[in-house]
């Protein structure tokens, strides 16, 4: 048995989740996005309770998204992310909302399909083609994942397809991503905190896993340096379709 002041009961199960977090941080900081898909997709047969893996993901993440921002800074598009993030802050509230009066299975279906139909576009678009947002697109961009965010915890996909279709590198695509989700995750420790979620076991599991996330963020920026556009383009469409397949199919 571990430490009783941690979430872990077991070693293994202490070890398969330190496991699933350095998958989930080779993603994600190889691609600026899908840790929290992965870590809370492959440790629920680990670990049940999925309310310990998104507080310790969220702490742990903290650090590694300030790394690569302040180390992207001057790549991070600063004016958009921020408008993205005021609209993130609308549309959270209004898909909590949808998803206590109503039954959001039907645009979860409909979000999966497009996510694959997207993808699957994406990965036939020419290397060169891009589209020039507006200003006024990223506030959009931002209500449409926070009511993604707050009806089923990914709000991701939209923010993901903006960058990609924008045809920014791969640096300012994760730099940028990264500091949404940066922000958004500063703004989330105080709400956990008077939502008291954030708990002295989860503190200390938090600290626990912090070798293998440093393992996972280390792999995770190496991969990312020996990417070719082309191929990191490939693989980000690819994993939009992963995603829409999996909330597609969610139970």
């Known amino acids: 048995m571990l430490d009783p002041v941690t ?10 989740i330190c496991l699933v977090l350095v998958v989930a941080e080779i993603v994600y900081v190889s691609f600026g996005f899908g840790a929290g898909l992965i870590a809370v997709g492959l440790s629920a047969a680990i670990h049940p309770e999925i309310r310990d893996i998104a507080v310790i993901l969220l702490l742990v993440n903290l650090p590694i998204e300030t790394f690569v921002v302040l180390r992207n800074r001057s ?9 993205i993030c005021i609209g993130v802050a609308i ?32 990965v036939r678009t020419p290397p060169g083609a891009r589209v020039q947002w507006t200003n006024w697109s990223a506030p959009p961009t931002g209500i449409a994942s926070g009511i993604l965010g707050g009806l089923f915890g990914t709000g991701g996909p939209p923010v993901i397809i903006y960058y990609r279709l924008s045809g920014v590198d791969k640096t300012v695509f994760r730099g940028s991503l990264m500091a949404v989700f940066l922000i958004i995750g500063l703004v ?10 954030i708990t002295e076991p989860r503190l200390w ?5 912090v070798p293998a ?38 139970p």
Do not use: C, D
């Open 7 to 16: 979430v872990f009961s077991s070693w293994p199960e202490f070890l398969g």
């Open 75 to 83: 790549e991070v598009r600063w004016p958009k992310v921020i408008m």
């Open 91 to 122: 549309g959270v509230p209004v898909g909590t909302w949808i998803l206590h009066v109503g039954n959001p299975t039907f645009i979860l279906t409909i979000l999966g399909g497009f996510l694959i139909v997207a993808g699957l576009a994406l």
């Open 188 to 197: 989330r420790v105080p709400s956990y905190i008077v939502g008291g979620l």
């Open 205 to 209: 599991s938090a600290l626990a896993v």
């Open 213 to 250: 996330v440093i393992a996972g963020a280390f792999a995770g920026g190496r991969i990312h340096i020996q990417l070719s556009e082309k191929r990191f383009r490939q693989i980000v469409s690819a994993v939009l379709v992963l995603i829409g397949a999996l909330l597609l199919f969610r």
